[in-house]
Nanobody
Framework: EVQLVESGGGLVQPGGSLRLSCTAS????????IAWFRQVSGKEREAVSC????????YYADSVKDRFTISGDNAKNTVYLQMNSLKPEDTAVYYC???????????????????????WGKGTLVTVSP
């Protein structure tokens, strides 16, 4: 069974940085995409960034482009989300999720819904506040 565990959330001041980690286990597909989503209470889950296993292509939502960087460490089965220049509107629960059916990062590239993803972590809270 695929399991995803997020870590690295916390409280940070506006303009600050955080790095989130997503460690995966149980992946058997050679072609998959791991995405970061965020969700504020009462709103839909928003795709933030995605990285695919084949070639490491990376994709970002316009709201985080040039501020967030996604990367992967295959040896550690871990994907990172480096978040810089954080804003109060970045406050949310951040989830990582995996698409094991091709991994083309369509949640970002084609704006497909979160239901496209096959497995989810439990989330980590990021709070950006003075």
């Amino acid at each position: 069974e695929v399991q995803l565990v997020e870590s690295g959330g916390g409280l940070v001041q506006p303009g600050g940085s955080l790095r989130l980690s997503c460690t995966a286990s149980g992946l058997t597909s050679d072609y998959y995409g791991i995405a970061w989503f965020r969700q504020v209470s009462g709103k839909e889950r928003e795709a933030v960034s995605c990285i695919n296993s084949s070639g490491g292509g990376t994709y970002y939502a316009d709201s985080v482009k040039d501020r967030f960087t996604i990367s992967g460490d295959n040896a550690k089965n871990t994907v990172y989300l480096q978040m810089n220049s954080l804003k109060p509107e970045d406050t949310a629960v951040y989830y990582c999720a995996v698409d094991v059916l091709g991994g083309r990062c369509t949640v970002i590239r084609d704006n497909l819904p979160a239901s496209t993803m096959n497995f989810w972590g439990k989330g980590t809270l990021v709070t950006v506040s003075p």
